[in-house]
């Protein structure tokens, strides 16, 4: 049967649906104690004293941790700025907590309930540090620093007074010039906003000690061999002496790409010598894991009136947070995605990250893309606006084209199809090339609108599947309104990251294959990575994909996969895996039984920015998405209804098209809850969103009544069978074609998100005052 484009049942289908797949927190080991991490809860203090002595009297209290039982008392994905424990008896940065979810001290007991109880009973003295709030007010003269002490820190010499923890320039072209060409200049200040991830399954895992010395960590994560390095390091130990097991995954999103449960569970065990288990509660889960980066975007964008963009120049500065997560790999992301696909040739930006008392920015579905796009398409929008010209047509006379060179200075990588997406997209919506070549589009006129009558307090209508209701009021004045947003987003670790991924195949048969084994670790956190393993090794093999057995659970089944992260596990486990096999042919022609073969993919290297041009070749390869947005939005409430949606995606080549347009319609909707309703609020550095019942996110009922997913195929050239990948691309327009949308139905911009009623309300009562004026 054919193998890549069938759209196959997942390897994980039946067991996922009738309950079957064991969760970590599904997991009991033999004589198992309960952890319990006690958080520091409040942002910014320094540690007097710790007193344990009532909680390790506390019945069935097996021991309690503090900083000073942690070999070496760092951490973190990029640069080891976090303690494992704050405390004293460790490093003078330990001292210092900086986060309300700081962990303090591990609690082991007998049981969950009596690990608990313990907790409370752990006694911290705390001489309380200014609270800062405010990346801005974080980099002003004066301002604390968060970070004074020293840690390794691979961007050069970092300044540990101030609380900037890397800043970026990209320049190219000579800025002030282009603008001295513009005919038109537009200038915003734009806001994103924090977003927490809403994975169904909380941080959960367990923890043993082996006979044979090892240390196995079962829990949750996205790349098993960077959280086995990340404990190896805590503990002192070589990472041979630690295995890291990854249970069935109930979600990710980019936000088990950092620590959070892992160290803690390894040091229990082997401090206690007890196989130990933990389950945080929803609220530890928001309160106590990283969400997507707070920025502030300045942006002047300047054209001529035949509709060529000359110049832009941008200022964006994001929270950091207070620990540096991957914030800094973040920040290299949204530099470029600021300037959007367009051919721009004088641009200058400076982007930055900076340190608060704020809950840390990590990694999150589209990785600094969301917020740099949403201000390059908002302003592609206004330009277009201001010049008379369809935004379609402004696009294509600046998109990306094959052979350009970027900002960059380096060239664009093969298989530039942005263009393609666009058009696709568009004449989806029904925008068309008149005679001359010009995209317009057919009906592009905001449609006012009213609701049928009905009595007071009663059902009015049911309007694409959900019931609208007026209290007293007997019509709704609504307005509908079309936008357009494009994107690109890298594929693979950017920027000079190493780059690879470890695969092997193993035949067996007597004459003929009968079956192939792929072992290959790369994490499946929802979005059927392992069956695309299969799929492609079956490709290759010319086997049936019911032959292929998928082995990808632990440290021990072969080297790093990488992450699952940055749209790369399809391309670079399918290279991998598509190496092995071919290996592993070879290897069966030469009369080997079984026939094994390993295969590690390098993909081309990347190059850091340089500091103080961005010069770099900073991507592997892109991938491009183009959606329309047609919203109804109520002028009485500011409640914005997203009608329609069509998204265009370049995939390269859909493995599984199923599973390819459920990507695509998953991350619609968690893009709809960033852009409409998600709203993490912090306050004086705590959370105030500590449940789901308060971070408000979308349900069936609140998605788009019709998504029109569009699957191009055109191959990648560097990727396996021509594969690109694709899950972060979906959410990346979707914010500013929604806000575009909300113009062509109001004539309204509204340059902060997210759009909640609340927000639009406010933004219709001052135009209709201004209008009045």
């Known amino acids: 049967m054919r193998a890549v484009g069938s759209s196959i049942p997942r390897l994980d289908a039946v067991e996922k649906v009738t309950g079957v797949a064991v969760y970590a927190g599904d997991i009991d080991l033999p004589g198992q104690a309960w952890l319990k991490i006690v958080f520091a809860g409040v942002p910014h203090a320094r540690i007097q004293a710790i007193d344990v002595s009532a909680a390790r009297a506390m019945p069935g209290v097996v021991a309690v941790l503090t900083a000073a039982d942690v070999p070496v008392n760092e951490y973190g994905l990029i640069m080891p700025d976090q303690p494992v424990l704050c405390g004293l008896g460790s490093t003078p940065h330990a001292a210092t907590v900086r986060w309300e979810a700081d962990h303090v001290a591990l609690v082991v007991a007998e049981s969950q309930a009596e690990a608990e109880a313990a907790a409370k009973a752990v006694a911290i003295d705390y001489t309380t540090l200014p609270v800062i709030t405010d990346p801005l007010a974080a980099m002003a003269p004066g301002a604390p620093p968060l970070h004074p002490y020293a840690f390794r820190y691979p961007y050069g010499e970092r300044d540990p007074q101030s609380n900037v923890l890397l800043e970026y320039i990209l320049s190219n072209g000579d800025v002030d010039a282009g603008f001295a060409q513009a005919d038109v200049v537009v200038e915003h200040i734009y806001h994103t906003h924090a977003q927490e991830h809403a994975y169904l399954q909380p941080e959960a895992g367990v923890a043993w000690v082996r006979p044979d010395g090892c240390i196995e960590v079962t829990c949750p994560g996205q790349w098993m061999h960077e959280e086995r390095a990340q404990i190896a390091h805590a503990l002192g130990l070589p990472d041979a002496q ?390 109804e939005v109520d002028l009485d409430t500011g409640h914005v209804q997203v009608l329609r949606l069509i998204s265009a995606n370049d995939v390269g080549r859909a493995v599984n098209p199923q599973q390819v347009e459920g990507q695509i319609e998953g991350a619609i909707a968690q893009a709809m809850g960033w852009t409409l309703m998600e709203k993490y609020v912090q306050r004086d550095g705590r959370a105030m969103s500590q449940h789901l019942s308060t971070y408000l996110i979308p349900s069936v009922l609140d998605a788009p009544a019709v998504v029109e997913s569009i699957i191009l195929e055109i191959p990648d050239p560097q990727g396996p069978l021509g594969v690109r990948g694709m899950a972060e691309m979906p959410f990346i327009p979707t914010a500013p074609a929604i806000a575009a949308a909300i113009h062509n139905a109001t004539g309204l911009w509204i340059d902060e998100l997210p759009f909640t009623p609340e927000r639009v309300w406010q933004a219709l009562a001052a135009g209709s005052s201004q209008q009045a004026a």
């Not at 908002?378 to 935004?391: I, M, S, T, Y």
């Open 242 to 631: 630690i295995v890291v097991r990854h249970a069935t995954v109930g979600g990710a999103f980019g936000g088990r790409e950092d620590i959070s449960i892992q160290i803690a569970l390894a040091l229990a065990t082997w401090k206690t010598g007890r196989p130990v288990k933990t389950i945080w509660s929803r609220a530890e889960s928001i309160v106590g894991h990283h969400k997507r980066h707070p920025y502030i975007i300045q942006a002047k964008w300047g054209a001529t009136r035949d509709g060529k963009i000359v110049a832009a120049q941008m200022d964006l500065t994001s929270d950091c947070g207070a620990y540096a997560y991957t914030s800094t790999k973040v920040l290299g992301n949204s530099l470029m995605a600021a300037l959007g696909p367009y051919q721009i040739p004088n641009v200058h930006v400076v982007a930055r990250t900076v340190y608060t008392n704020n809950t840390p920015g990590g990694a999150f579905r589209g990785f600094g893309g969301p917020q740099g796009h949403f201000a390059a398409e908002l302003q592609v929008n206004k330009l277009a606006e201001a010049l008379g010209l369809d935004p379609v047509e402004l696009r294509m006379r600046n998109l990306w084209q094959e052979g350009m060179t970027l900002p960059t200075k380096s060239p664009l990588p093969p298989g530039c199809t942005v263009t393609e997406v666009v058009a696709a997209a568009a004449e989806r919506a029904g925008w068309r090339r008149n005679d001359a070549g010009v995209w317009r589009r057919v009906e592009q006129a905001p449609q006012l609108a009213s609701a049928p009558e009905a009595a007071p307090g009663q059902n009015i209508a049911q309007q694409n599947g959900r019931a609208l209701t007026s209290l007293d009021a007997t019509r709704r004045r609504t307005a509908r309104g079309v936008g357009l947003a494009c994107c690109f987003k890298n594929v693979g670790f950017s920027l000079g990251f190493p780059e690879h991924c470890s695969a092997w195949v193993e035949l067996h048969g007597q004459e003929q294959i009968e079956r192939a084994v792929v072992g290959c670790v790369g994490a499946e956190v929802g979005q059927g990575a392992h069956t695309l393993f299969q799929l492609v090794a079956a490709e290759v093999l010319h086997l049936d994909p019911a032959r292929v057995e998928v082995r990808a659970d632990s440290t021990e089944v072969t080297g790093s996969s990488g992450s699952t992260s940055a749209s790369r596990m399809s391309f670079m486990a399918g290279n991998a895996i598509q190496g092995a096999a071919e290996r592993a042919l070879r290897e069966w022609q030469n009369e080997e039984r079984p026939a094994r073969a390993e295969f590690i993919f390098h993909p081309r290297p990347t190059t850091a920015y340089h500091r103080e041009t961005g010069a770099s070749d900073p991507n592997i390869t892109y991938g491009y998405c183009a959606q329309v947005a047609e919203v």
